[in-house]
């Protein structure tokens, strides 16, 4: 399986396509990573150094894969953190591109917007590229709960108004979405939700809330989601193999107390998860 991930790309740190690309190569597909920005870590750590990737410097990217006819045998889309509106622009066109040479291949986007802890973090224009031209484009979208809202306009303070808001993003065009970081008037203080649905119905997987706020895990899940679904065809078992794999990793990581993501160390989680938790349709 070949995969064109582009996401943002960090020197130290498991966040974007430093998370995602080891994460797929790691499963046994082969990632061509572009990235949309260039940091020396993330900025949440309180600062950082490097810049966002000039679009056309992405465009050029892939007419260098296209002209060695690579497209064609691209089975999916990744993309992630945006350092500017323009790049969203130069992304859903090398989307187009891959969809041409392959009408087979898959557009998973993960819609990078904000959190409910900071608000929206992304530079302006960026939630509007993502909800008008994005979605009606994505095949897949992996967005945490406040996304979710910000995407469809609507809160979700309970399970049923977390549907519905999923609905009214499957009407914008994404035929598969992962919601994560899931929590409502349903869910136990002291756990999560992550909900899926598709055309084969709607299923939620709980686990347990751990004591870690890495960065980087929403960057790892969108990639194991996908990578499971494109394998299965089923967005429920993909589901579990994303959110076991997952906690694997954040809860060594949280044993160990460490402010990075220990994805290295953690690696055999994402092959054979310690603890297995099954999605339930909801």
Known sequence: ????????????????????????????????????????????????????????????????????????????????????????????????????????????????????????????????????RALPLADVITPNQFELEQLSGKSTPTLDAALAAIDALHARGPRTILATSVHTEETPKDSVDLITSDAAGRFRLRTPKLPTAVHGAGDAVAALFFVHLLRTGAAGAALSHAASAIFGVLERTAAAGADEMLLIAAQEELVRPSRMFLAEPV
């Not at 870590?41 to 490097?50: A, R």
């Open 1 to 132: 399986m070949n995969l064109l991930s582009i996401n943002s790309q960090v020197v130290c740190g498991h966040v974007g396509n430093a998370a995602a690309v080891f994460v797929l190569e790691r499963l046994g597909c082969e990632v061509w990573p572009i990235p949309s920005v260039l940091f020396s870590n993330h900025p949440g750590h309180g600062g950082f150094c490097g810049e966002s990737v000039d679009a056309q410097t992405i465009r050029d990217l892939v007419s260098g894969i296209e002209a060695r006819n690579m497209l064609a045998r691209c089975d999916g889309v990744l993309s992630g953190y945006l350092g500017e509106a323009a790049t969203g622009s130069a992304v859903l066109e090398a989307v187009a591109r891959v969809k041409a040479a392959n009408p087979a291949a898959r557009y998973c986007c993960d819609p990078v917007i904000g959190d409910a802890d900071r608000g929206v973090y992304v530079r302006a224009g960026i939630p509007e590229l993502l909800r008008d």
